[in-house]
């Protein structure tokens, strides 16, 4: 009986000790001094791609460039600097950011016209140039940018080209970039 009894202990304590021997990566060892045991770890970081986009100031207004033509023969100017507007906009030259860890980029311009009334004046009348860090895609067009560093700064110049004659107005409209990671 006490044989019985031995044995079902011995069993037991086995069948619980099984288990943590077979635990996932554990290592039992047995030795004198410098007996060694490891188990390992894995670790996994996901990190998704993101971008940060800013044209203009920062900040929750939109900034305006504004040509005022006063004083001038319209459609006899060629390319015309801006004369004012609101933030960064107001001198023609606005502050362009971006921020990303995307590998490359594609960066599109769209806007409809700008309208008075039911007169219209298309963007493609105002052009931009880059200061050669981001890419100034033209309007109706889309440009890949391979940023290169996870920030850049530029400046992008707009000229409006007054070589048309439209009706007399205050012609308005919105642009929007818009940063696509590839």
Do not use: C
């Amino acid at each position: 009986m006490k044989l019985n009894k031995l044995i079902t202990a011995s069993l037991l304590a086995a069948a619980v000790a099984a288990p943590q021997m077979a635990a996932a990566d554990s290592q039992l060892a047995f030795g004198g001094v410098g007996t060694t045991a490891q188990g390992h770890l894995d670790f996994r970081i996901i990190i998704p791609n993101f971008v940060f986009f800013q044209v203009g100031s920062a900040g929750a207004t939109i900034d305006r460039v504004e040509y005022d033509l006063t004083g001038l023969q319209p459609g006899a100017n060629g390319p015309f600097a801006a004369t004012g507007g609101a933030g960064d906009g107001a001198d023609g030259a606005v502050t362009v950011r971006l921020i990303t860890n995307a590998a490359n980029v594609s960066i599109a311009a769209t806007g409809g016209n700008l309208t008075s009334g039911g007169d219209n004046i298309p963007f493609t009348d105002i052009t931009a140039a880059d200061g050669g860090t981001i890419t100034v895609p033209d309007f109706g067009a889309t440009v890949n940018v391979a940023p290169g560093s996870f920030s850049l700064t530029d400046t992008w110049t707009y000229t409006y080209d007054d070589s048309t004659v439209y009706n007399a107005g205050t012609y308005d409209g919105q642009a929007t970039y818009t940063v696509t990671t590839l």
